[in-house]
T-cell receptor, first 115, second 108 residues
């Protein structure tokens, strides 16, 4: 079974530029998550999708971050414009069950460096 | 959501059993306890999940006392490859919050 795919794996941009990350979840997984992980900290949930719909985006900085999940499968996370403090690893995860499910499958992440 | 407290770091030796204890004093009735493992440059990986008493799988065991205010992840006979960060989480309604985790360092 293929895991969660993410691209690119690494990205270096200058502040005020834009960047987009792509995630392809495990086939059949209804729930998709985007996390931000700053060095030395645990992952922080940015947004959670259930199929096409947003379940939780309370910690997403909506003035600069946006995310969409087209057709309930792939998802993109965009940052525009980027700030220095956005330097982090952006993790995508998916899970099978709707509702009570704590077994999330994570992708390898995209390491973003903002200079 | 319930918060968790776990040691920042631990050292152990190859072949030893390692127990990492997590405190979750405010755990709610519906919360499950879940543990994840994260290697450098990888996303976290689900290890084990439980609600009460003991759960065992091919990787670890999870011990949960009756009051559920704490839990212990037990890794039998660790090897160098078990060096990683281990996160204890409690969750409800498909939402989990990661803390800083425990950095486990296995020595030869």
């Amino acid at each position: 079974e293929a895991g969660v795919a993410q691209s690119p794996r690494y990205k270096i941009i200058e502040k005020r530029q834009s960047v987009a990350f792509w995630c392809n979840p495990i086939s059949g997984h209804a729930t998709l998550y985007w996390y931000q992980q700053i060095l030395g900290q645990g992952p922080k949930l940015l947004i959670q999708f259930q199929n096409n719909g947003v379940v939780d985006d309370s910690q997403l900085p909506k003035d600069r971050f946006s995310a969409e999940r087209l057709k309930g499968v792939d998802s993109t996370l965009k940052i525009q414009p980027a700030k220095l403090e956005d330097s982090a690893v952006y993790l995508c995860a998916s899970s099978l069950f709707q509702g009570l499910s704590y077994e999330q499958y994570f992708g390898p992440g995209t390491r973003l460096t903002v200079t | 959501l319930a918060k968790t407290t776990q040691p920042i770091s631990m050292d152990s030796y190859e072949g030893q059993e390692v127990n990492i204890t997590c405190s979750h004093n405010n755990i709610a009735t519906n919360d499950y306890i879940t543990w994840y493992q994260q290697f450098p440059s990888q996303g976290p990986r689900f290890i084990i999940q439980g609600y009460k008493t003991k759960v065992t799988n091919e990787v670890a065991s999870l011990f949960i006392p009756a009051d559920r205010k704490s839990s212990t992840l037990s890794l039998p006979r660790v090897s160098l490859s078990d060096t990683a960060v281990y996160y204890c989480l409690v969750g409800d309604n498909d939402k989990i919050i990661f803390g800083k985790g425990t950095r486990l360092h296995i020595l030869p």
